[in-house]
């Protein structure tokens, strides 16, 4: 039997995201085994899990993109595999390639998903050149995509998944393909507009230090799919270099990696 989440629901409130004792299998092959947590509104958690932990079916599942074989998923208290339609605005989804379409300038492809949801032409580029200044990407609005350095590119990407306002941030191994010191300052980045805007982001890493330095809390999963660990860091495991080791250690241990 997995542990269950035991952090709290925030006063009460119906969580912005809820998985409760889920199962979900694919013909005879088992990928989440009565996983259960929760992310509450304004909360950043991290997804740690080993390849084919089943991380991605888990955001499927959020998305909304099928239904789990057992067990309750909730978005914003709403079904998301039946309610699909009403939480299109409300999910927004930043994935590991940037995804950004070749033949667009920046600032064209961040306002695609305005386009999409039928937004006024000039209203979504207004947005979008907003979004452009937050992500600091005004100077390469007009600049294609294979203009861009990959860390521009990601945040362009993140740019697009904003500007429809979503409630809720999925990052699916955003910062993973970018060097060490632009994912750094990229994910600083990324936190202070989450944090600034009020979203709720559940993101998918295989970095141990992406969760430590990003998350309010990180889950643990093991194969199938279950908690292994919850852990909240604190900022005292941030910046204490012994303090940051000993729960990466931790983290890593559970994972069952090389520290
Ligand atoms: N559509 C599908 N059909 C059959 N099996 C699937 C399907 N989607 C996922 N699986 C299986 O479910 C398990 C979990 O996969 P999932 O992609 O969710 O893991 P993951 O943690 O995201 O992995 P990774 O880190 O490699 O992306 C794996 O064994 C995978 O092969």
Request: a neutral charge; one cysteine or more; glycine letters at 6%.
């Amino acid at each position: 039997m997995s542990p269950q989440s035991n952090a709290a629901i925030q006063n009460g409130e119906e969580p912005a995201i809820l998985l409760d004792s889920i199962n979900k299998s694919f013909g005879s092959v088992v990928a989440i085994e009565n996983l259960s947590f929760h992310v509450n509104k304004g909360e950043i958690v991290s997804f740690l899990g080993r390849t084919g932990a089943g991380k991605s079916t888990a955001l499927n599942l959020i998305m909304g993109n099928f239904g789990p074989t057992k067990g309750r998923v909730r978005v914003m208290g709403m079904d998301p595999n039946k309610d699909f339609k009403k939480l299109r605005q409300t999910i927004s989804v930043g994935f590991q390639t940037d995804r950004l379409l070749p033949w667009r300038t920046t600032v064209e492809n961040v306002e695609l998903g305005l386009l999409i949801l039928r937004e006024p032409k000039a209203q979504a580029r207004e947005k979008a050149l907003e979004w452009l200044d937050r992500v600091n990407l005004t100077a390469a609005a007009n600049l294609y995509p294979h203009e861009l350095s990959g860390g521009m590119r990601q945040r362009a990407s993140l740019a697009r998944a904003l500007a429809i306002d979503p409630e809720i941030l999925l990052l699916d191994e955003c910062f993973s393909q970018l060097d060490h010191v632009t994912s750094q300052t990229l994910r600083a980045d990324v936190s202070e507009v989450i944090r600034k805007y009020n979203k709720t982001c559940l993101f998918i890493t295989h970095r141990i230090d992406d969760a430590i330095e990003m998350a309010d809390r990180i889950l643990v999963l093991g194969a199938p799919a279950r908690l292994l660990l919850e852990e909240s860091p604190t900022e005292e495991d941030r910046t204490d270099r012994d303090k940051f080791r000993i729960l990466h250690d931790k983290i890593a241990a559970a994972l069952g990696v090389d520290a």
